[in-house]
Structure formats: C-alpha cells, structure tokens
C-alpha cells in the first residue's frame, strides 16, 4: 500500500513513527499520524492544518495530554525488551553497536505497531483517493482518511483543540481542487 503514497505522505508516516518512538509509545495512532501530518514542509495535510491554527506542537501536548488522562504508558517497548532479555539478548548493546557502526538512532526497537484506529484511518485514505479519482495517496488524503475513519484518539485531539473537523474536511477539498499535492 505505501508503495502507492507520495514522498510526503510517506515522510508523514515516517514522522507519525517517529513521533511515537519520541513519546515511548510501542503503538502509532492517529494522534501520531496527525503529529505527522503536521510536520510535514510544504504538504497539502500540513499546510490545511497549520491555517486552521493546528500546530505540531499544541497537538504533542494535546496527545501526551489525552494518553496520560487515559493511563495509557510511555513504555517504550519495554515488555518486548524485557521479554527478550529473559533469552539473554541485550537490546540496549545491540542498540549502542547499531548507534556506532550506522549513527544514532539508526535502530529503534521495537518497532512500533499500528493500532486498530491508524489502520482503519489508513484503509480510508485508500477510499478517499479513489473517491477524488487519485491513484497516489498524498498528505491530503491520510488527513482526510483520519477524519473519516470516525475514530480514534487523533479525533480526539482535534476536538481538544476545538478544530471544526468538518471546516477541515471542506479546507482539505478545497486545497485539493484547487490542484494542490
């Protein structure tokens, strides 16, 4: 599927990863697909959400707000860690090996997993495009995927930032036929 997204959505997705590594989340969410949308330069999604007052940061502290309201850990992976040390295999050497012959950062472990809600959103980015009759999947189209998917916790931010999610929606279509990528 993400051989059929454009450089940005996939530096959005890239992001949204990245982000979720950042806060110690072993899971990727909507809030963090949203995290990366945001912080994508010169895409559609960012752009669309930075002129509706939507900015990277108000939506980290709205996201790490909202997880921790709902007692959800910053565990960084730790069970997989921990399972993995109970063999004898010590991630965090592997990590300071990796960090030395690759650079810093060049692995991450573990790797986070989508949640049900992020799927979804990105089953609908799919739907979106086709409905606009693309065949590319741009920032534009995880925004709109995300906000018609009808759930999950990047929703949940935008309503904690009083964004009309329907004024989104008609911004991002707007964008788009205007020709925007």
Known sequence: MFEFFTDRA????TLAQDEAIALGHDFIGTEHLLLGLAGTDRS?????????????????????????????ATTGGQ???????????????????ADDNFGPGAFQYPRPTYTQDARKALEQTLSE??????????????????????EGRGL????ALEVDRTGLREAVLARVAGGAS
Do not use: C, M, Y
């Open 10 to 13: 996939r530096h959005a997705v």
């Open 44 to 72: 559609t999604a960012g752009e669309v959400l930075r002129k509706q007052g939507v900015e990277q940061a108000r939506i980290r502290q709205e996201t790490v707000r909202i997880l921790e309201a709902a007692g959800v």
């Open 79 to 97: 069970g997989a860690k921990d399972a993995l040390s109970s063999l004898g295999i010590d991630v965090e050497e592997i990590q300071r090996k």
């Open 129 to 150: 495009a086709h409905a606009l009759g693309h065949d590319r999947f741009g920032t534009e189209h995880i925004l709109l995927g995300l906000l018609s998917a009808g």
């Open 156 to 159: 949940d931010v935008l309503n």
